[in-house]
């Protein structure tokens, strides 16, 4: 499972010409799924996301963890998974299927939900989307559940 963290002043993602999330100071979150991610890949990408210290404290240093006042913005990209080794045309071939990505990407949701007090906005699951944020910083951190080591 792979996350693209934005500390972001503000955000909105469209579906269809219409806003379907949108939030003020907070984290954008890009999910993608593999094909082979388990529970325990969503468990620890959470823990990292809710965990990671990139809000600045009183004495301006990036040393907080998302607050309960602050909103996560959730989108699926499974462009996450592009894999240009081969040529300049990008595989998505590691990307999970749809039916299988959908039910992760609803559990991860779901369990953000359950575990963070703020509030969490959600686009809209294999949509075309538009993104408009505003990022913070900037600040962009990427997360890869099977390579934890960079």
């Given amino acids: 499972m792979r996350a693209l963290l934005r500390r972001v002043l503000n955000a909105s993602v469209s579906a269809d010409d ?11 979150i890009y999910l993608g799924i593999g094909h082979d991610d388990h529970e325990e890949d969503a468990g620890w ?35 996450l998974f592009g894999n240009v080794r081969k040529g ?21 949701c779901a369990r953000f939900y359950k575990m963070f007090p703020g509030q969490v906005q959600v686009g809209v699951f294999g949509a075309a989307m538009k993104v408009m944020a505003k990022d913070d910083g900037p600040v962009t951190i990427w997360l890869d ?6």
């Fill in 88 to 108: 300049n045309r990008p595989s998505f071939n590691d990307a999970a299927n749809g039916e299988f990505a959908k039910g992760m990407f609803n559990s991860v």
């Fill in 18 to 28: 219409k806003v379907v999330g949108s939030i003020e100071e907070g984290l954008v």
């Fill in 145 to 150: 559940s099977r390579n934890k080591y960079y």
């Fill in 45 to 79: 990408i959470i823990k990292k996301a809710l965990g990671i210290r990139v809000f600045d404290d009183r004495e301006g240093r990036m040393n907080l963890p998302i607050s309960n006042q602050a909103v996560i913005l959730f989108i699926s990209q499974f462009t």
